[in-house]
């Protein structure tokens, strides 16, 4: 196993971890990117206070992202760069859904895992490692831009777009790096990130260090199982229309009645369901 991790860490965080609890971010109480209930997880507990999160230190984060997100994201067989480069993301936005935006870039199945296909795939990427990262913190950006809700892209989007390119969409914040020009250099071999040595991201507007994820689903929105349940409807009521006898017309009408109450509770749901 490579020992960069916690050189990453510091990279990404600082010594001090960027701890933040802001309403713009969905992961509440976070610090080394790390949310409460990653946390509670680790401890084994249901759920932990602000404080304890405020007080994890770097190495209880370090085990934590050795067992649950380093490895999860390539960083032990990914070239040295792309192994940042995809940590971060995994960071922000879970490794399962870095490892599949990196194979999306590859041209390979997208199925989150880092196998044999991918890192070959990685070694006959055209023009080589770094055009690669270049392509893969562009993919990134364009998931992140692809994120809606009140923490998303129009909250978070500044912050994010500091983070992986460096540089400030409205150019009040000194441009760093960002995780782009580090996993650029890093794959030069031009530098190895010391420990002392972190992103500086005082000063920069917040948003940067917030979760990244999409918003789930929800079913009541799947025309499938909609029009699912239409089709059974109608399907009962041309079985029973076939038939003649004051049963079945009974029937009919009573299936009619329950469809109109679903199609009431349908429409509720779906009114509710909108952002």
């Known amino acids: 196993m490579r020992e960069s991790l916690g050189v990453s860490l510091r990279m990404m965080f600082g010594s001090e971890g960027g701890y933040s609890n802001r309403k713009s971010d969905a992961g509440g109480p976070t610090k080394f990117g790390i949310t409460h209930k990653t946390l509670a997880a680790h401890l084994g507990k249901p759920s932990v206070s602000a404080e304890r999160v405020q007080a994890m230190s770097l190495a209880e984060a370090e085990t934590i992202y050795r067992k649950s997100y380093w490895t999860q994201s390539g960083g032990d067989v990914l070239p040295k760069g792309l192994d940042y480069a995809a940590f971060d993301f ?13 194979q999306k870039v590859l041209g390979v199945a997208e199925d989150g895992w880092i196998g044999e296909k991918t890192l070959a795939a990685i070694a ?20 992140l831009r692809g994120l809606g809700g009140h923490q998303g892209w129009s909250a978070n989007g500044r ?4 983070r992986v390119m460096g540089e400030d969409p ?21 530098f190895e ?9 005082d000063g920069a507007p917040e948003g940067g260090d917030a979760k990244a994820e ?7 929105l799947d025309p499938g199982v909609i029009f699912s349940g239409a089709g059974s409807i109608l399907g009962s009521l041309g079985a029973l229309f076939a038939g003649t006898g004051p049963v079945q017309w009974a029937l009919a009408v009573a299936i009619i009645g329950a469809a109109g109450v679903g199609a009431f509770i349908v429409v509720r749901k779906l009114s509710k369901a909108q952002p």
């Open 90 to 102: 995994g960071v922000n936005s879970g490794p399962h859904r870095a490892v599949k935006v990196l």
């Open 124 to 143: 006959d990427y055209e023009n080589g490692l770094e055009q690669l990262i270049a392509d893969y913190c562009a993919a990134r950006m364009k998931f």
């Open 159 to 162: 912050g994010w777009t500091i």
């Open 170 to 190: 409205k150019g009040e914040w000194k441009a760093q790096p960002g995780v782009i020009g580090s996993a650029l250099k890093m794959a030069r071999g031009e």
């Open 193 to 201: 990130p010391v420990a002392d040595a972190p992103h500086d991201y």
């Open 214 to 220: 999409p918003k789930p689903k929800n079913p009541w």
